[in-house]
């Protein structure tokens, strides 16, 4: 199997496919000289890197309504926000 180039201009997004279809892409700067190579385990590393802190955030936020429900009506809550802060939708 042939393998796949990418520039090293390319966006990692829109490298994706590529890089999954043939587990490696090789990286070419733009003197045309091969200067490395991402692989899928690269790209899962980088997916977590970047997506840990929203799973531990919405951890946090699962954990903060399990400990609050049934605890306290909305109308607590809305008596103990910030009085200058804004509005926000009730509705989740």
């Known amino acids: 199997m ?3 180039e990418i520039s090293s ?3 990692i ?3 994706v496919d590529d890089i999954v279809a043939n587990q490696y892409a090789l990286i ?3 003197e045309n000289v091969i200067c490395g190579i991402v692989t899928t385990s690269d790209l899962s590393q980088e997916f977590r890197r970047l997506g840990e802190p929203f799973l531990l955030l919405g951890e946090i936020e699962n954990y903060i309504r399990r400990m609050i429900k049934d605890k306290y009506t909305l109308d607590d809550l809305k008596e103990a926000r ?3 802060g804004q509005i926000r939708s009730t509705k989740y």
Request: charged content about 25%; overall charge neutral.
């Open 2 to 4: 042939p393998h796949k």
């Open 9 to 11: 201009e390319t966006s």
């Open 13 to 15: 997004f829109a490298a």
């Open 28 to 30: 070419r700067n733009p």
């Open 82 to 84: 910030d009085p200058t």
